[in-house]
């Protein structure tokens, strides 16, 4: 192949098709093709733009007496009125939520923090968390349509499991 550079594109076997001919001269470069400001594809959101995001979070640890769980995940609630609903056990807990988050990373990692940063204001026991679950919404409304994922849940508010 003359005129192609050793190690470009141009000058690797592609599978199926054999290798492809220059058409310009040793050393010339191909001109770049821009897309207009504003061009995306159908359906593609602005990275800028937030998405909302269903968040399932699991905490678990050592046993707590159940009235000081539901009193912290209802003050929790009360401070942060974003919490959709809470499920308990004296050793366990399940917190589900909408987060306004531009991707899944931003999105869970508030989710990450969630728990130990409002451990001391709302008085949540000293538990871990041991479970995270991020989806989209459109993803979190085809799995109730199809009747698997996370139950519609327990009406909003703390209940116990």
Known sequence: MSGVRPGTAASRARPGGGARKASRAAGEERPLTSVAAGDR????????????????????GARAPLPEVRRALEQLAHDHPFLLTSRYAD????????E???????AAAVALR???EHR?????????IVGLEVIDRVTYHQRIAAGYGPAPATPVGVHPF
Not at 100 to 106: G, I, K, M, T
Not at 120 to 128: K, N, S
């Open 114 to 116: 969630l728990w130990g």
């Open 120 to 128: 001391q204001t709302a008085g949540l026991p000293p538990w871990e």
């Open 91 to 98: 050793d366990h807990a399940e917190i589900r939520y909408w």
């Open 41 to 60: 594809f159908r359906g593609e959101e602005p990275e800028h733009t937030p998405r909302l995001w269903h968040v399932t979070l699991s905490v678990s």
């Open 100 to 106: 306004e988050a531009r991707d899944l990373h931003d």
